[in-house]
C-alpha cells in the first residue's frame, strides 16, 4: 500500500519528453483559480432524505442537475446530485429493501452506478442510459456483508471522466451490528471525500485536453468541497471513512505524528486493526482508518505527491488538519472487527489473465481490445470460483474495478519481479490499484447474481478511452 506512481505518471508522455511533460503539467497546475476560503471547519455532505414508510423498506430520489454552487470559496458552476458537491450520503442499513429513484436534470444522458453494492446488474446496470427529464427506479435488497462505504457517480460510456470530474459523486454508508461495537461507538465518525477540481470562469473546468486524457488532475484537492479544511475533534479517537472520488488522482495518505490503523477497506470491516504509516487510496477506493490523538495540537492530514518541478522529489501536499481536543483522552481501538471468510482455494474452476494496455493518451485496452458492450469478454458460472490475474503493462497505474461481485486480493507481483507477494491481510475489495508493470492475482467468488455488467480501469479518462471490459455471470 506504499507506493504512488506520480513520477511514472509525469513520466508517461514519452521518457525524452518527460520534462517537458511536467512543464505542461506545472502550467496546467496553474491554470486553475486558487481558493480563496482555506481552513474553514470541516463540513461534510448532508445526509440524503429517505422515507421509511414501512419497517425494512427505504424510499429516496437522487436528482443530477447542473447548478451554481461554492467550492473552495470560489462561485462555481458544476454538476451536482441533489444540488450539493459532493452528493448527500445515503445512509442505510444492511438487509434494508431500497427504491431508489434517479432522475436526470441535466441537458446530456447520463445514469446512476451504486459502486460497491452486490445487486443484479439489471438494476445497477452500466449500460442503460437514462434521457435528460428521465427516471429510473433501482429496486434492491442490501445483501448480508453489504456494511461499509460505498459511493454513487455516472457511467455512460465516453462521458464518465467529464461527468464526473464535474462534481457528480455521493458517498453511500450502509451500517449492520458490527457497527455497534463498543470502541467503534466511542469513536468519533467522519467522512472524507477527496475529489480534486479546476475552476476557471466561474466553472469547473471539466474539458480536457489531450493530456488530461492521461487521466485529469485539478489544481485543488478539495476534502467534501472545501480547501485545507480544520477537522476540529470533539473526541480524541476518530473514526474516518475515507473516499477517493477523483477521477485520477491517487491520495497516499499520511497523518502527521499519527499512525493511521486501518479498520475497513472497499467492502467493510477487516479482522482487526492494521497499523500503517501511510494508506494508499487509489480513484474509487475507499477506507475507514481509526486515529487516537494522543496529545494536544494540530496535525495535518497529507497528500505525498511527487514534486513535479524535481522528478523524484516529494512533495507533502496538506489536504486536512485535524484539531486535537485540548486535553486528549483517547479511548481503545476495537481489537476484533469481521470474520474475513478464507477463502477455499481448492474450489477454483478457472483461471484468467487480463492485460491493461493500449496507446495512451489515445486509447486503452484491456488484452489488446476496447471496450465493446456487444462483445462479453469473460463468460462465468454463477457461484464458481475464479482466480483472475491481472497485469498493468504500461507505465501509468491502472485502479481495477470489478461491478457486482466483490474479491480478495491473493498475491501481488512487483515489477521486475517473478515472485508473488502473498497478500499480508484479508479483506474484500472492489477496487485495487495495479501500479505500472505490476500483476495482482485476486480471487472471486462468484456469487448469487446472474447477468452482465462491467470490469475496467477505475481512472475514468482510461475507462471512457476502452479500458474496459463485459463480463457475463450464467446459471
Ligand atoms: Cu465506480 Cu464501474 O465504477
Ligand atoms: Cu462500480
Ligand atoms: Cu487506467
Same mark, same amino acid.
Not at 453494492?117 to 443484479?120: A, D, E, K, Q, Y
Given at each position: 500500500m506504499k507506493r504512488l506512481d506520480r513520477r511514472k505518471f509525469l513520466m508517461l508522455a514519452g521518457l525524452s519528453a518527460s520534462a517537458i511533460a511536467g512543464g505542461v503539467l506545472l502550467t496546467r497546475r496553474q491554470e486553475g483559480e486558487l481558493a480563496t476560503e482555506i481552513g474553514l471547519p470541516l463540513r461534510e455532505p448532508p445526509l440524503l432524505k429517505v422515507r421509511r414508510s414501512e419497517p425494512g423498506l427505504v424510499e429516496a430520489e437522487i436528482i443530477a442537475s447542473r447548478l451554481t454552487t461554492r467550492l473552495a470559496g470560489l462561485t462555481v458552476q458544476a454538476l451536482a446530485y441533489n444540488e450539493t458537491v459532493p452528493g448527500r450520503t445515503l445512509r442505510l442499513q444492511e438487509g434494508e429493501q431500497v427504491r431508489l429513484t434517479f432522475t436526470n436534470h441535466l441537458d446530456v444522458p447520463t445514469n446512476l452506478h451504486t459502486h460497491g453494492?452486490?445487486? #443484479?446488474p439489471e438494476v445497477d446496470n452500466p449500460f442503460v442510459l437514462v434521457m435528460p427529464g428521465k427516471s429510473r427506479l433501482h429496486e434492491f435488497t442490501l445483501p448480508k456483508g453489504s456494511a461499509g462505504t460505498r459511493w454513487y457517480h455516472p457511467h455512460p460510456h465516453g462521458k464518465v471522466a467529464t461527468q464526473q470530474f464535474a462534481g457528480l459523486s455521493g458517498a453511500i454508508v450502509i451500517e449492520n451490528p458490527l457497527d455497534k461495537i463498543p470502541e467503534l461507538q466511542a469513536a468519533e465518525e467522519h467522512l472524507l471525500i477527496f475529489k480534486d477540481f479546476t475552476i476557471s470562469n466561474g466553472r469547473v473546468e471539466a474539458d480536457h485536453s489531450l493530456l488530461d486524457w492521461f487521466g485529469k488532475y485539478g489544481n485543488l484537492p478539495l476534502v467534501n468541497g472545501a480547501y485545507q479544511p480544520r477537522l476540529i475533534a470533539q473526541k480524541a479517537t476518530l473514526r474516518l471513512r475515507l473516499l477517493n472520488? #477523483?477521477?485520477a488522482r491517487p491520495y497516499l495518505l499520511k497523518l502527521e505524528d499519527h499512525p493511521l490503523n486501518l479498520i475497513a477497506t472497499d467492502d467493510g470491516f477487516i479482522e482487526k486493526p492494521i497499523v500503517l504509516e501511510q494508506l494508499l487510496l487509489a480513484p474509487g477506493e475507499r477506507a475507514e482508518v481509526m486515529v487516537q490523538l494522543e496529545q494536544p495540537g494540530s496535525f495535518s492530514l497529507l497528500n505525498i505527491a511527487e514534486n513535479p518541478q524535481s522528478l523524484g522529489l516529494e512533495m507533502l501536499e496538506p489536504l486536512l488538519t485535524i484539531v486535537a481536543p485540548v486535553n486528549p483522552q483517547p479511548t481503545p481501538l476495537p481489537t476484533r472487527l469481521a470474520t474475513v471468510e478464507e477463502i477455499d482455494l481448492s474450489q477454483v474452476v478457472q483461471t484468467r489473465q487480463f492485460k491493461f494496455g493500449g496507446t495512451a493518451p489515445f486509447s486503452y485496452t484491456i488484452n489488446g481490445r476496447t471496450f465493446n458492450m456487444e462483445r462479453v469478454d469473460a463468460r462465468v458460472q454463477v457461484n464458481t470460483l475464479e482466480i483472475w490475474e491481472i497485469e498493468n503493462t504500461t507505465s501509468l497505474i491502472h485502479p481495477f474495478h470489478l461491478h457486482t461481485y466483490p474479491f480478495q486480493i491473493l498475491a501481488r507481483q512487483k515489477a521486475q519481479s517473478n515472485v508473488w507477494q502473498p497478500e499480508p491481510f484479508r479483506a474484500w475489495r472492489d477496487n485495487i490499484n495495479l501500479p505500472a508493470k505490476e500483476k495482482v492475482r485476486i480471487a472471486i467468488p462468484f456469487r448469487d447474481i446472474t447477468g452482465r455488467t462491467v470490469f475496467h480501469c477505475h481512472i475514468s479518462e482510461h475507462e471512457d478511452r476502452g479500458m474496459m471490459a463485459v463480463l457475463e455471470v450464467t446459471s
Open positions: 453494492l452486490h445487486i #443484479s472520488a #477523483s477521477n
